[in-house]
């Protein structure tokens, strides 16, 4: 299997996802140029942390019309893997590949630190490796992360499991109203990450790629690295 | 906007800033009077900033040369040689005065320079620093005679300051990890903001700004040239501040990250076709500098048509594009025929790049526009033949200048010391910066292995090699006002016991450089004290100076700044794994300080009087810094690197603000909720038990170590010539210091944490 890492300008976590999947998950990986409509030939594609365009108007909303993105829709309407981290997540919204809109983080400050998600649900290809209920240590980096949704989208998500990853304490447990510890941006029912109903786009606010060797704090982001490795797997063994 | 036809007389020239035998001296350069241009060119190539001509003939004193230097000061930045063919560029800046006319533009515009510093060399940014100076943004006795509005004002200062930073850095992609944060009452009205970056590359892939080959293409690249920022160096930073200084605003250049990570990542490709003889990046004094500072150094000529230069406002005279400070720009020189994949890179990367000149034999800086030469002035004399000054220098009547006279009146025997001790902890000096911090992304590029708080140095692992870089900054600005001299060594010894203290070797420094007006002689006496200490420093802990940066004129009106020697001190560890974090690890662990010195007397009532404690708690400042003894240093230091690369200990802390108690309640925050009980009868001679707590000589650290540990501990200690003192256990539970046979502090963690964590955030989100 392959992975393909998309670089729009201004990207800055392309590196990161790189290394994360060729030196530490050891699979191959390639870069996706913005201007490209051909994602060489990859299986799962990465759309990265950073501030594409520059982030300039609105999170994301330039990047939706580059080139790439036009190949990105399509490969996930007909089922390709797509991970949309951070900066990503916020373009995939954009791009209406999922549902929501982000907006600034309450307290209104740029946030970087280790938090606490909890896995909500194993029954996709991003968490298949995890345990549901699983805690992990994951850190975030970003000024706009504060999930939104009108109300009848929420209760869809809910009620479908749309949602993958919540900001809990670090024992696993809800947080409160207006815990900024445990939920640091104020998003939503603490959304931290969310697939589509098909459950094979997924983005989230935290990183999973900086949290893969454990000298840097964490290694809790490997599960999800993992999970769609084994679900690639296994997917490839049902259908040969 | 000023016209080309303005007359250049004696009087222009002073309006530039210019003395009647500098304009002289231009005249006699090109046997005729300037043009307002050409003018316009010498004032910003002469001025203090760039032209260093009060402080060149001190500059030269300090040690730069050691076995891993590669590049001295002189370029873009120094660099070292860091093993396996890999080289580290790292230099620190400041951005002092744009800082506090406009907090966010001035600190984001300050680390996009020092960024382009280090990628103009071929390095990729890694990691940066920041050493912030403000006013108190809290009142009590350490504020002074700080008023209110005085306080807010600091407080809007630092808010921005650290949004310019974060909304930098963040966004072009390298982790900010460290530096520090220290309030003093003379930096209400002129803060520091000196930021430091590191970046690494393959030795053979170094780039230097120097021009060759005649006939070879001059190309810019990068943002469009506007009108901002004409005159920073000259008028901004090479000027004390007045009540008018706030019309400096336009003064002031306006950063784009974005641009510059587009820039950063087109350079670094741009570079690696071959195609490239020299590159510069346009900082202060913008084309002006690089062109002819290229051109000087490779002793050539360069001759630039302005037409060319993209713009991003209509009708700009010479003059203006010759002086903008416009940011994320650089200009280059490839080789002749393959211009053209120069170009193709930058425009990939979807910017500008024009061929403007050519570098030429005759050693002039030529400049053309709409067809008619503009200017025309020899290349090597505008950048190198500037103005040296030997200034007057004179040593102030009374022997330092303390602010407040007297000395700390002790509690007495036995009193519990605990309630002033949290105050301590709260002091915005010492609390947790956790709050800034959180606000920088430290992570991005997945090398961070010690961030903001984590070790007493920052440490970066090197992906390329099992090898770990650590960095740290320090500067002590009050005992350099007492004296000067010996504040520089302490600052130096710091900075490189904080990077020992992480478990690196400290094989190089850099230096930013902050004092007053050096047309004072007390200020120049100040000035020189500082080389030589930062010099004799330097050179016993083998950290010679590679590059940096003097920013004077830091005086408000006529209040100069406390004598401020930034160092920044560049670490090597053999092996990642060696890193060691200033939080303890295990209960049961044993606490024991570590002392480089023979002399067993941790503070007298004089060097007492110069703590943070002192000034935190009795708002006095006086008497005289702890005197230093830089060979106690060193064996402090070899011994910290020699028991990290042997894996001895669990944690280490460097002893200085707020002294032993400070440190330990620290290492106790940094862990998971371990506390330390401990006796401090051991420790030395003390007056009594606030000089033992409280008191900061230097050479000394806090360590913990297994039990099983302790017997190799001790023997390292001894082959170093290091006293290890045991005074007590890491274990859950209360925080307790004994002094004789007292209890003195006492309390919960959470009731010493509690003050330490919050107090910065809310004196500023709440204040």
């Known amino acids: 299997m392959k992975f393909g890492v998309v670089q729009f300008p201004g990207s800055n976590c392309d590196d990161d996802a790189f290394h994360a999947v060729a030196s530490v998950i050891g699979k191959p990986v390639e870069f996706i140029w913005h201007q490209s409509e051909d994602l060489a030939g990859s299986d799962v594609v990465i759309l990265p942390g950073g501030f594409a365009y520059g982030d300039y108007l609105r999170t994301g909303a330039i990047a939706r019309f580059s080139p790439v993105m036009k190949s990105v829709d399509k490969f996930a309407r007909s089922g390709g893997l797509v991970l949309g981290i951070c900066n990503g997540f916020q373009i995939l919204l954009e791009a209406g590949l999922l549902p929501g809109a982000m907006m600034r983080n309450k307290g209104l400050r740029y946030l970087c630190r280790h938090v606490h998600i909890r896995v909500e649900t194993t029954d996709n290809p991003f968490t298949c490796a995890a345990k549901k209920g699983q805690v992990l240590k994951i850190p975030i980096a970003h000024n706009e992360g504060n999930y939104f949704c009108e109300p009848a989208m929420l209760n869809g998500l809910e009620k479908n499991n749309q949602v993958i990853f919540r900001y809990v304490t670090p024992e696993g447990a809800d947080a409160a109203e207006n815990d900024r510890e445990a939920n640091p941006n104020g998003s939503l029912h603490s959304i931290a990450g969310i697939c589509n109903r098909e459950r094979n786009v997924l983005g989230l606010m935290p990183h999973p790629e900086r949290a893969v060797e454990s000298p840097l704090g964490s290694e809790d982001g490997l599960v999800l690295f993992r999970s769609v490795v084994a679900s690639f797997a296994s997917h490839t063994a049902v259908t040969a | ?767």
């Open chain 2, 1 to 767: 906007m000023i016209e080309t036809e303005i007359k250049v007389t004696p009087q222009v020239a002073a309006e530039h800033g210019l003395t009647a035998d500098e304009y002289t001296r231009i005249q006699k350069i090109l046997g005729r009077d300037p043009n307002i241009t050409e003018l316009g060119i010498f004032s910003v190539m002469w001025s203090e900033h760039c032209s260093y001509k009060s402080s060149r003939v001190h500059l030269k004193r300090l040690p730069t040369k050691g076995k891993y230097v590669v590049q001295g000061p002189g370029e873009n930045a120094g660099v070292v040689d860091i093993g396996d063919g890999m080289v580290a560029a790292f230099k620190i800046e400041s951005h002092n005065h744009p800082s506090f006319v406009e907090p966010f533009q001035g600190a984001a515009t300050g680390v996009g320079g020092i960024l382009r510093d280090i990628f103009t060399m071929g390095a990729r940014p890694i990691a940066v620093l920041d050493a912030l100076r403000f006013g108190p943004v809290t009142s009590g006795p350490g504020a002074g005679n700080a008023t209110s509005e005085e306080i807010k004002r600091n407080r809007q200062i630092l808010d921005g300051v650290i949004r310019g930073i974060g909304f930098y850095g963040n966004c072009f992609g390298v982790p900010t990890v460290g530096g520090e944060i220290v309030f003093e009452p003379c930096y209400s009205n002129n803060p520091l903001v000196n930021a430091l970056a590191l970046g690494i590359a393959k030795r053979e892939e170094l780039f230097f700004a120097k021009a060759s080959g005649v006939g070879n293409p001059v190309i810019y690249v990068g943002a469009k040239t506007g009108r901002d920022g004409i005159h920073g160096a000259s008028l901004l930073a090479s000027a004390e501040f007045s009540e008018e200084s706030q019309q400096k605003r336009p003064n002031v250049q306006v950063g784009d990250p974005f641009l510059e990570k587009l820039l950063l990542e087109a350079c670094l490709e741009a570079m690696r076709t071959g195609a490239i003889v020299a590159i510069q990046d346009m900082g202060a004094a913008g084309l002006t500098s690089t062109s002819s500072e290229m051109a000087s150094r490779g002793g050539m000529g360069i001759e630039m048509d302005l037409t060319r230069v993209p713009q991003r406002e209509a009708k700009m005279t010479a003059y203006e594009m010759m002086l903008s400070e416009s940011q994320e720009r650089m200009l280059l020189v490839a080789t002749r025929g393959r211009e053209q994949e120069v170009f193709d890179v930058f425009h990939k990367w979807g910017l500008d790049a024009v061929e403007i000149g050519r570098v030429t034999d005759d050693g002039k800086l030529r400049i053309l526009l709409d067809g008619a030469v503009a200017g025309e002035i020899p290349a090597h004399a505008l950048a190198e033949e500037g103005p040296r000054y030997e200034r007057p220098v004179a040593a102030p009547n009374t022997s330092g200048a303390p602010k407040t006279t007297g000395k700390v009146p002790f509690a007495s025997d036995g009193a519990d010391l605990t309630e002033n001790f949290r105050r301590l902890l709260a002091a915005p000096t010492i609390a947790s910066k956790k709050w800034v911090t959180d606000q920088y992304d430290s992570m991005v590029r997945t090398n961070t292995r010690f961030g903001p708080g984590a070790g007493d140095a920052a440490v970066l692992r090197l992906k390329e090699t099992k090898r770990a870089i650590a960095l740290a900054t320090d500067g002590n600005g009050r005992w350099g006002s007492l004296s000067p001299r010996e504040g520089a060594m302490h600052s130096v010894a710091e900075a490189a016991r904080n990077v020992a203290c992480s478990g690196a070797k400290p094989i190089a420094a850099t230096n930013c450089l902050n004092f007053g007006n050096p047309e004072k002689p007390e200020v120049m006496w100040q000035f020189t004290e500082a080389i030589d200490g930062i010099g004799e420093a330097c050179t016993a802990l083998e950290t010679p100076i590679t590059g940096g940066n003097v920013s004077f004129y830091n005086e408000t009106l006529g209040n100069p700044i406390y004598p401020t020697p930034i160092i920044g001190v560049l670490g090597l560890m053999e092996d990642a794994e060696f890193a060691i974090g200033s939080g303890f690890r295990n209960a049961g662990d044993k606490i024991f300080v570590l002392d480089g010195a023979a002399d067993k007397s941790i503070a007298s009532a004089e060097s007492f009087s110069s703590s943070e404690y002192a000034k935190e708690i009795h708002g006095i400042v006086s008497g005289m810094p702890p005197k230093i003894d830089l060979a106690a240093e060193k064996r402090l230091i070899d011994c910290l690197v020699h028991l990290a690369a042997e894996k001895t200990i669990a944690s280490a802390h460097d002893i200085s603000d707020g002294g032993v108690a400070v440190s330990l309640a620290e290492s106790c925050f940094g862990s998971e909720n371990l506390s330390a009980q401990v006796s401090l009868d051991t420790l030395g001679t003390t007056l009594n038990a606030e000089t033992a707590a409280y008191g900061e000589r230097g050479a000394r650290a806090v360590v913990s170590v297994p039990p099983s540990s302790v017997v190799r501990l001790r023997a390292i200690a001894a082959e170093n010539g290091v006293n290890a003192t045991e005074i007590g256990t890491v274990a859950a539970g209360d925080f307790r210091i004994q002094y004789g046979t007292k209890t003195v502090i006492q309390g919960s963690l959470a009731s010493f944490h509690r003050p330490w964590a919050k107090s910065l955030q809310e004196a500023i989100e709440n204040g």
